[in-house]
């Protein structure tokens, strides 16, 4: 009867996880998958930022495709923890390309780069802390059976 209840009392825990760890899934989505499209479809912004960083336009391609690759991944619950990991990464260069020679405000857009680099950095570190037991190669050292 008491294992009954913990089990069911962990899989309505698991469940609420779930549900909270879309949040952030979607919210990461969202804005990598505009910032994705505006580096793929060649933006004025985007080239203006790539040029300026010296990789125009293979660079901006690149991220583009990562960018890209991080929504499909964040988009399936198994592998949301790889794309919040792939995020993570591409938001820290990112952060390092703004802290140089791009500046807190491009082209005049009131640092709206800094603010959504912010939030998906952000949720991308909630996301996979959520999801941590899922992470490649590290995943089972989360995992509840490995911790009794």
Do not use: C
């Amino acid at each position: 009867m008491i294992k009954s209840y913990q089990k069911e009392k962990a899989t309505m825990k698991t469940k609420y996880k779930n549900l909270i760890a879309w949040i952030p899934q979607l919210m990461i989505a969202f804005i990598l998958g505009g910032a994705a499209y505006g580096k793929l479809s060649s933006q004025a912004t985007d080239v203006f930022i790539f040029q300026k960083l010296q990789m125009e336009p293979a660079g901006r391609f690149l991220i583009g495709t990562l960018e890209a690759l991080t929504v499909f991944l964040i988009l399936i619950p198994r592998l949301s923890a790889l794309g919040a990991s792939l995020a993570i990464a591409i938001m820290l260069g990112a952060l390092l390309a703004h802290l140089g020679p791009l500046g807190f405000e491009v082209q005049g857009d009131g640092g709206k780069h800094i603010v959504m680099l912010g939030l998906v950095l952000i949720s991308s570190l909630i996301l996979a802390w959520i999801r941590r037991s899922s992470l490649p190669l590290i995943g089972r050292l989360f995992r509840r059976s490995h911790l009794e």
